[in-house]
């Protein structure tokens, strides 16, 4: 965990005295719309680029501050809180006065101040920020109070902004394209509008997390609500004698099944559902969202005993045909096939689900979900659950296919860095750098790295599922 803590200072961005590169960027950043000039240094360089993207950066620094509200290591010395409050501190800064958040795609990418908008981030990075800063109110309340107060109210300001002050969004759409890679990026966030299982999951994950620190009732009621209409999109008994009726619709209308296979789904949706009913176990509904939990639970059990190394299928999708069996001349397919789906309306064409054990940066998915599985573990009393966690980080640290670990610092055999595209300058070997996902081009020099890029979405998540494996060394009260 030590190791792992140590990606975090290493990748600072801003005026440090830590960061690989730094003193860097001490001039972000430049408002495009306005050409003025604001105070947006600070955070980190997320990746093996030197973008800070606001929307996944955050998903990261979420496990470091469950590491820090659950670890207490000798090692400490006011670090882990230094940490978390150089990350708080950014975040912060792109909070505007309205509650809204400023958007960036880090255009140029280089050294000297990069671009920001008065346009709103994605939806998924003020929802998490509302959380992040809920966790960091939470640890530094016995720490710092007024620091705590102040994360508290930043959660707060946000909230307001997306349930009262912002107008019922529609679908993002970048202010602007970076000139190499990343054209896909208004199709990362697709899948989040009012209504969808993605902004519902978030939206509960946020009112959980500021509910404990606030103890307003208006903020339970939301996660109430928010979670049971996203057990209503639960597959559910279309597909009881499949896997798939653990997985969630898209939406009320029922056309496509929630895009699980990302940074977003497995993050938030089944583990605030657990982190609900922890709060609430006596509610008239909890009964149906355990309901959701276990059939969620079950089928993360089921699909990592149909492999050797007990991993996790993370990314379900929908198609017109089932998945052939491999025949002569064909090559074994990487989708499996997950049922037939009832879908609403008598008439019209079947059609199947279908499931992939690797998709691209698999290994935030298959953390996350490890960390739910010792959550559900805890709610239903089944040990297995424990054990299907671990051997996702297992497979993380060594125990794949490649005899290699994931993790720099840690184990063996790490796959190279990437080294092409917009990877210039090179980012460093760092020790706790987490690559995304291991695949069978990983470990292949002619392929210069491919796919193996560091991320700490996934340093934070591999980070978090160690610190729940490992239990709390927090006493009880702190």
């Known amino acids: 965990m030590r190791v792992l803590y140590s990606y975090f200072p290493w990748q600072r961005c801003g005026d440090s005295l830590t960061g690989w590169a730094a003193p860097c960027h001490p001039d972000d950043g430049r408002i495009a719309e306005t050409g003025e000039h604001r105070d947006l240094a600070g955070g980190y360089h997320q990746s093996c680029d030197l973008r800070k993207w606001i929307s996944l950066e955050v998903i990261g620094l979420l496990g470091l501050t469950r590491f820090g509200q659950m670890q207490s290591p000798r090692w400490d010395n006011g670090c882990i809180a230094e940490e978390l409050r150089w990350g708080s501190d ?262 199947f689900a279908v499931y992939q054990y690797r998709s691209y940066g698999y290994n935030v998915p298959i953390s996350a979900a490890g960390v739910f599985m010792r959550y559900a573990a805890k709610l239903t009393g089944r040990n297995e659950y424990r054990c299907v966690a671990q051997r996702q980080m297992d497979w993380i640290l060594g125990c794949n296919p490649y005899d290699a670990s994931a993790v720099e610092g840690v184990g063996y055999n790490q796959p190279l860095r990437g080294f092409y595209g917009e990877f210039f300058p090179p980012t460093p070997q760092i020790p706790g750098a987490v690559s995304t996902g291991l695949t069978s081009g990983s470990i292949l020099m002619q392929n210069s790295g491919f796919a193996n890029e560091y991320d700490m979405p996934v340093v934070g998540w591999v980070l978090w599922l160690m610190t729940e494996q490992a239990g709390s060394s927090v006493p009880q009260g702190k």
């Not at 898209?250 to 089944?270: C, I, M, Q």
């Not at 149909?306 to 990314?315: C, E, F, H, K, S």
Request: net charge negative; charged share 20%; aromatic share 12%.
């Open 90 to 351: 950014y975040y912060q800064k792109l909070v505007r006065e309205d509650g809204g958040m400023l958007d960036s795609v880090f255009i140029p990418l280089g050294w000297g101040p990069r671009d920001f908008y008065l346009s709103d981030s994605p939806p998924p990075a003020m929802w998490s920020t509302i959380r992040h800063q809920a966790l960091l109110a939470a640890y530094f309340q016995p720490r710092d109070a007024a620091y705590s107060e102040t994360c508290k109210q930043v959660a707060l300001r946000v909230w307001q902004y997306m349930t009262s002050t912002k107008p019922r969004y529609e679908k993002y759409q970048a202010p602007a394209l970076p000139p190499l890679g990343h054209d896909h990026l208004n199709s990362w966030y697709a899948g989040f509008y009012p209504g969808s299982a993605l902004d519902l999951a978030h939206r509960l994950c946020a009112a959980v997390a500021l509910y404990r620190v606030t103890g307003e009732p208006g903020l339970l009621e939301d996660a109430v609500q928010s979670a049971s209409a996203l057990v209503d999109l639960q597959v559910g008994s279309a597909g009881e004698n499949n896997d798939v009726g653990a997985c969630f619709w898209e939406d009320p209308a029922r056309k496509n099944l929630v895009e699980s296979g990302g940074y977003f789904w497995h993050s938030t949706g089944p583990l605030g559902l657990c982190e609900l009913l922890e709060l609430k176990p006596e509610h008239p509904d909890s009964a149906k969202w355990r309901k959701a939990v276990e059939r969620v639970a079950q089928q993360y059990l089921n699909t990592s005993r149909r492999n050797p190394w007990g991993l996790i299928a993370t990314r379900w999708s929908i198609q017109d045909q089932p998945v052939p069996a491999p025949g002569a001349g064909q090559s074994v397919s990487d989708l499996y096939n997950g049922g037939k789906l009832d879908l609403p309306g008598a008439a019209g064409p079947d059609r």
